[in-house]
T-cell receptor, first 115, second 117 residues
Framework: GAVVSQHPSRVICKSGTSVKIECRSLDFQATTMFWYRQFPKQSLMLMATSNEGSKATYEQGVEKDKFLINHASLTLSTLTVTSAHPEDSSFYIC???????????FGPGTRLTVT | AQKVTQAQTEISVVEKEDVTLDCVYETRDTTYYLFWYKQPPSGELVFLIRRNSFDEQNEISGRYSWNFQKSTSSFNFTITASQVVDSAVYFCALSEGNTGTASKLTFGTGTRLQVTL
């Protein structure tokens, strides 16, 4: 089956620093990837839709300058949390859409802790 | 705007009991997809089922079964003879449109199921 990986799985960073999270489709090409955020004991909320070769589309209330998304290839999208603060601590999950089958697959998630 | 409601925040059952998790959705689209995912403590989402809006047949997969009723906008999930390994948070989700299987998902708030011995 199709596999989506995320790296790192866990990251701890200091307040004010930036952290990059990678989302890779391992055995398929993905023109579209989605980034979700999940706070403890809450639901998943879509942050943005990442399209290969174009700008990401952000959901209302998500700061595009704080959460930088780059989808430079058909197998990789990155989310950079800039100037992270403790309130950005969350579980970030990506999903990738197979451009051939249109099926969507989720990554295992990245747990970010900002101290 | 689409919305998914899972009114049950937490459910606790004893092993071997049957349990039903409720899901009610709202959408203006005639073409849409409904999903159930399981999220164990590890956090990784486990896909359970997808149903499109034109297929109201109920589905059974082992101990799992799903009841889709468009008349009540519900897509309920039943676990028969629950087991401790079923303990997790379960999410119902909705996507709209012709590319609904691969469109952005709107998730419900989740139901935490705890199965004890």
């Amino acid at each position: 089956g199709a596999v989506v990986s995320q790296h790192p799985s866990r990251v701890i960073c200091k307040s004010g620093t930036s952290v990059k999270i990678e989302c890779r489709s391992l055995d398929f090409q993905a023109t579209t990837m989605f980034w979700y955020r999940q706070f403890p004991k809450q639901s998943l909320m879509l942050m943005a839709t990442s399209n290969e070769g174009s700008k990401a589309t952000y959901e209302q209330g998500v700061e595009k300058d704080k959460f930088l998304i780059n989808h430079a290839s058909l197998t990789l999208s990155t989310l950079t949390v800039t100037s992270a603060h403790p309130e950005d601590s969350s579980f970030y999950i990506c999903s990738a859409r197979d451009w051939d089958s249109y099926e969507q697959y989720f990554g295992p998630g990245t747990r970010l802790t900002v101290t | 705007a689409q919305k998914v409601t899972q009114a049950q925040t937490e459910i606790s059952v004893v092993e071997k009991e049957d349990v039903t998790l409720d899901c009610v959705y709202e959408t203006r689209d005639t073409t849409y997809y409904l999903f159930w995912y399981k999220q164990p403590p590890s956090g990784e989402l486990v896909f359970l089922i997808r149903r499109n809006s034109f297929d109201e047949q109920n589905e059974i997969s082992g101990r799992y079964s799903w009841n889709f009723q468009k008349s009540t906008s519900s897509f309920n999930f039943t676990i028969t003879a629950s087991q401790v390994v079923d303990s997790a948070v379960y999410f119902c989700a909705l996507s709209e449109g012709n590319t609904g299987t691969a469109s952005k998902l709107t998730f419900g708030t989740g139901t935490r199921l705890q199965v004890t011995l």
